[in-house]
């Protein structure tokens, strides 16, 4: 839908960005969502997403929407040969394998299909990567041959809590501030937008993607607009991010949906910035998404330099990460250094 709007200073910011998710009501009929406006426009003319569209986006979380960083498990099921390898490796390789009475024997009259080695399949995949004329392939003491395993997996999350705020659904509703916290604590960076529809804890925003990820699981936080910073490129609104409140749980082309709750965890950083005798420590949570998570560490770095180091010629980095790991066996005993 293409309006044109008036009022509150419009006509000199023209559209700000800020406003994307500002509902949008003919003749007091819910119409849509703000979604985006024109660089240097000398009019406030916007571009809106249609309210069924908006209304149609899922608000409610996926099953494991950090999915993305576990290993991917194929489905070796249609795969396997008859009289196929040992039980141990089918077991590894297929969900609740049986291997049958007969231990994984070919049914009488089945055709018998050879199946390949391990060490087979790495010297085809090594001949194939190597350049071409590349004489001689590794030794066998050199591979390390493991069947697909278990879903253990490898989370960021830690489950540690943000900001200080009450959930509270009457925090947010139609043409209110929210944000996406991607960093808080000693600094907050984020995305502001507004509001759009509010359905008892389901919350609707901005009226366009902001990466389009699909299902996520972002922090939902409330925002304050200071002002409206007008400019003949491209206005916008300066804001700050107030407290989370739930969760984003989808990104998606028209908008952004989530609910009034729980809080996703997120990744604590902690920066030690050292000048002579003197030590200054800053502490952070950052987005666990498998996209952002990295991004924002280095922005949680870099700025704590740029805040105390004034000669970026003697500053010198160390660093430590350590991932937590669930799953059976050993996994959670030993963190990964």
Wanted: glycine letters at 14%; a negative charge.
């Amino acid at each position: 839908l293409l309006i044109e709007v008036s009022g509150h200073g419009l006509e000199q910011s023209s559209i700000a960005q800020g406003m994307s998710g500002s509902p949008i009501y003919l003749d007091e009929r819910f119409a849509g969502a703000l979604a985006f406006g024109w660089g240097g426009s000398l009019r406030p003319i916007a571009g809106v997403t249609p309210a069924a569209e908006m209304l149609a986006l899922p608000t409610g979380p996926v099953a494991a929407p950090a999915a993305e960083r576990h290993s991917i498990r194929p489905d070796f099921t249609g795969m396997v040969p008859a009289g196929g390898p040992d039980p141990d490796l089918m077991a590894a390789l297929i969900p609740d394998y049986d291997p049958g009475p007969a231990g994984g024997a070919p049914a009488p009259g089945a055709e018998t299909v050879a199946w390949p080695r391990p060490e087979e399949i790495i010297m085809d995949l090594l001949a194939a990567s190597l350049p071409p004329g590349t004489v001689g392939l590794p030794g066998p003491e050199s591979w390390i041959v493991q069947p697909v395993g278990g879903a253990a997996r490898v989370p960021l999350n830690t489950g540690a809590s943000v900001g200080g705020g009450t959930p509270d659904a009457g925090r947010l509703r139609p043409g209110s501030a929210c944000a996406i916290p991607l960093i808080t604590g000693d600094a907050r960076l984020g995305a502001i937008g507004t509001v759009t529809w509010v359905d008892g804890d389901d919350v609707l925003m901005m009226g366009h993607p902001f990466m389009q990820r699909g299902p996520v699981a972002w922090p939902l936080a409330t925002a304050e607009i200071l002002t409206v910073f007008p400019s003949r490129q491209m206005s916008f609104k300066m804001g700050s991010i107030g407290d989370v409140v739930g969760t984003v749980h989808h990104d998606r082309r028209a908008g952004l949906a989530g609910r009034v709750g729980a809080a996703p965890g997120m990744v604590p950083v902690a920066v030690a910035v050292r000048s002579g005798d003197q030590e200054l420590t800053y502490g952070f949570e950052v987005v666990d998404d498998s996209r952002l998570t990295a991004t924002m560490v280095f922005w949680a770095l870099y700025n704590s330099l740029l805040a105390q180091g004034d000669d970026a010629s003697e500053q010198s980095l160390g660093y430590r990460i350590e991932t937590l790991w669930e799953g059976g066996g050993d996994l959670g005993e030993e963190p990964l250094v």
